[in-house]
């Protein structure tokens, strides 16, 4: 049986970062506090394991042809247990995914989408029929349902390794970027996960599902192109056969987000993008990360 523990601590005069280690059970919701001396900003973490020995990542991206979604597998292979996590991963590719994972010899204890999609149906809620113990994730901006929502700021630790989450609302109201964490033990540069909020040369549509162009300009240059410029950004969706960028890249080069807002507005406003043909289908399925006929069991 899973326990979470959730632990919070009072705020004291200097800029470090605190984590408790007390909890009892693999995987663990802990509650942190950022100390900072003129806030008093609390930050959850979620942590698969304490320790501070050192951390490997291993990485893989995996394509899925029809959506032309990318899933992410990360994990931490220093770790006894190598923990793992996947980001986005879609329901007709479950098995791949898993039999990947197994064959790797990884544990699978995070299933995470960056937001609500639109045009495919989550694997999280497959993947939890077949993975005991396996947390969905999604945040809680995108009124969803799933085992942990998650907030900007949030910590999502595998093993001893993290990810953090940035809002960069805009193409959904719900959406995220999780982002590698940028103290040395991290794997160097950053790796960006953005979803649909920035993609290579483009960005998600702003049409729908709370959609908005002001939003999303304003996620993207706060959040995502603040980050260092070797930063490697890597997308929900791409369409022309790109794998990866880098925010300094897509600083100059994006057609559309290296412009002003009006003019980013204006491109948004003119996209004229077909509806996907999922979108009834994928959407009331990923509001509950793939579990809608389970839901009130499971979650
Ligand atoms: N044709 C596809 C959907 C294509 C699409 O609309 N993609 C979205 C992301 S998935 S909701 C998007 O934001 N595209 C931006 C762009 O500039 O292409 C289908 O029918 O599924």
């Given at each position: 049986?899973?326990?979470?523990?959730?632990?919070?601590?009072?705020?004291?005069?200097?800029?470090?970062?605190?984590?408790?280690?007390?909890?009892?059970?693999?995987?663990?919701?802990?509650?942190?506090?950022?100390?900072?001396?003129?806030?008093?900003?609390q930050v959850r973490v979620y942590s698969a394991s304490s320790g501070f020995?050192?951390?490997?990542?291993?990485?893989?991206?995996?394509?899925?042809?029809?959506?032309?979604?990318?899933?992410?597998?990360?994990?931490?292979?220093?770790?006894?247990?190598?923990?793992?996590?996947?980001?986005?991963?879609?329901?007709?590719?479950?098995?791949?995914?898993?039999?990947?994972?197994?064959?790797?010899?990884?544990?699978?204890?995070?299933?995470?989408?960056?937001?609500?999609?639109?045009?495919?149906?989550?694997?999280?809620?497959?993947?939890?029929?077949?993975?005991?113990?396996?947390?969905?994730?999604?945040?809680?901006?995108?009124?969803?349902?799933?085992?942990?929502?998650?907030?900007?700021?949030?910590?999502?630790?595998?093993?001893?390794?993290?990810?953090?989450?940035?809002?960069?609302?805009?193409?959904?109201?719900?959406?995220?970027?999780?982002?590698?964490?940028?103290?040395?033990?991290?794997?160097?540069?950053?790796?960006?996960?953005?979803?649909?909020?920035?993609?290579?040369?483009?960005?998600?549509?702003?049409?729908?599902?709370?959609?908005?162009?002001?939003?999303?300009?304003?996620?993207?240059?706060?959040?995502?192109?603040?980050?260092?410029?070797?930063?490697?950004v890597y997308p929900a969706h791409d369409y022309r056969g790109f794998t990866?960028?880098?925010?300094?890249?897509?600083?100059?080069?994006?057609?559309?987000?290296?412009?002003?807002?009006?003019?980013?507005?204006?491109?948004?406003?003119?996209?004229?993008?077909?509806?996907?043909?999922?979108?009834?289908?994928?959407?009331?399925?990923?509001?509950?990360?793939?579990?809608?006929?389970?839901?009130?069991?499971?979650?």
């Amino acid at each position: 049986m899973l326990r979470v523990h959730l632990l919070r601590f009072s705020v004291s005069p200097s800029n470090l970062f605190v984590q408790s280690t007390k909890a009892t059970a693999f995987p663990r919701l802990l509650t942190s506090t950022k100390l900072n001396k003129n806030s008093r900003s609390q930050v959850r973490v979620y942590s698969a394991s304490s320790g501070f020995e050192s951390s490997k990542l291993l990485f893989r991206q995996l394509f899925e042809k029809e959506s032309s979604t990318y899933t992410y597998l990360l994990a931490d292979v220093s770790h006894p247990e190598k923990p793992a996590l996947l980001i986005d991963p879609v329901d007709k590719m479950v098995d791949r995914d898993l039999t990947l994972v197994k064959e790797l010899g990884l544990k699978l204890i995070y299933a995470m989408n960056t937001h609500v999609h639109a045009d495919h149906v989550t694997g999280t809620g497959l993947m939890k029929g077949k993975v005991p113990g396996l947390k969905s994730i999604i945040s809680k901006a995108s009124n969803s349902k799933a085992d942990l929502l998650i907030e900007h700021g949030d910590k999502i630790y595998f093993g001893n390794l993290f990810l953090e989450v940035r809002a960069t609302p805009g193409h959904t109201c719900g959406c995220v970027t999780y982002v590698t964490g940028d103290v040395p033990d991290q794997p160097q540069p950053r790796m960006a996960f953005t979803g649909d909020a920035l993609m290579i040369r483009g960005c998600g549509r702003t049409d729908f599902q709370g959609g908005s162009s002001h939003q999303l300009y304003n996620s993207v240059h706060s959040q995502i192109f603040t980050f260092p410029k070797d930063t490697l950004v890597y997308p929900a969706h791409d369409y022309r056969g790109f794998t990866v960028s880098s925010v300094g890249e897509e600083m100059v080069y994006n057609p559309r987000l290296s412009k002003d807002e009006e003019t980013f507005k204006s491109i948004m406003e003119n996209l004229n993008l077909a509806y996907p043909k999922m979108i009834d289908v994928a959407v009331p399925a990923n509001m509950v990360c793939g579990l809608q006929d389970r839901i009130k069991t499971t979650i």
